[in-house]
């Protein structure tokens, strides 16, 4: 049974599940989700059906048919599918899954993700915490929570499976050149307890053992290194072009002119032949697992 269907079952329709809201604040987002929203009650109508009736075919209630073809509610992947057999769309409302699951990451995260998806080469220093590419859904939970101001549950939900959808630039074929460097101390402080401290290395040890993945532990024995207290993130991409960003330069903005890459470039370059080689990081993390 889904979410969704479970909530019907308890008279909710699932509408009110954190991370499926659409956000006021993006504008893009939701005149998408209001565009799909549209189709869908065109569909409906064609086919003669009122909404409630419409909503008992496919197990939801009126209530959320009505969100969502006013593009106050994301539908969720099932919605998409159940409506588009019983309206007979053949595909065309359920095409529309891709776009849903994207528009429910923040803007920001959204771009971001679609750079990552053009890269053939990402490189990546991480001086606080472990990177987002690398964090298992329960440490991305954590660190989501303990944000201050707090976040409302439905944005710790649509930031969790942000990260959580990216990690599919893992999985595409050709793959893309991906490198890593974590301090040391991103993989002793316990995030979310000693258990998930445990998942969270193990998915280290899994990722740091694909052939397109360089991970690297920075020892907390090197007195000093180029990217002491700044992230670093360079991404290069097919035509030749490229975007890097740090916090310790060029005031944190995104640059993508060659001469401010190029020292990007050689501060991770510097950093990378400072931190263990990938072989000896591997080893680090293991150990560091067995004291867990």
């Keep these: 049974m889904s979410v969704d269907e479970a909530g019907t079952a308890n008279g909710n329709d ?21 565009s799909v929203g549209r189709q869908l009650k065109a569909w409906r109508e064609a086919a003669g059906l009122r909404a409630g009736e419409f909503g008992a075919a496919i197990g939801y209630g009126e209530d959320l048919v009505y969100k969502v073809e006013g593009g106050r509610r994301i539908p969720r992947p099932e919605f998409l599918d159940k409506a588009d057999k019983a309206l007979g769309a053949g595909g065309k409302l359920a095409m ?4 849903m699951a994207e528009v429910r990451y923040p803007k920001k995260v959204r771009d971001l993700a679609r750079m990552e998806a053009r890269a ?11 990177h987002g590419l690398l964090q298992t859904e329960e440490h991305a939970r954590v660190l989501l929570e303990a944000r201050q101001p707090a976040y409302a549950q439905d944005e710790v939900e649509r930031g969790v499976s942000a990260r959580i959808g990216r990690r599919s630039v893992f999985e595409r074929e050709p793959a893309p050149t991906l490198s890593f460097v974590q301090e040391e101390a991103s993989l002793r402080r316990p995030i979310g307890g000693r258990t998930a401290l445990r ?6 040890l899994q990722v740091g053992q694909l052939r397109n993945v360089s991970l690297q532990v ?19 991409f097919g035509d030749g072009s490229a975007v890097g960003r740090s916090g310790g330069a060029f005031n944190g903005r995104p640059v993508s002119d060659p001469k401010q890459l190029r020292i990007l470039e050689l501060r991770y370059g510097m950093i990378r032949a400072q931190a263990l080689t990938p072989r000896e990081s591997l080893a680090f993390i293991e150990h560091v697992l067995g004291e867990t």
């Design 120 to 130: 053939v080469e990402i490189s990546v220093f991480s001086c606080h915490g472990v």
């Design 14 to 34: 699932g509408a009110d599940e954190p991370g499926w809201e659409v956000d006021p604040d993006d504008e893009s987002g939701a005149a998408v989700v209001a």
């Design 96 to 99: 529309f899954k891709r776009e």
């Design 218 to 236: 920075m020892p907390l024995d090197c007195e000093t290194h180029p990217g002491i207290g700044s992230d670093i993130e360079i991404l290069k």
């Design 199 to 204: 998942d969270q290395l193990e998915r280290l």
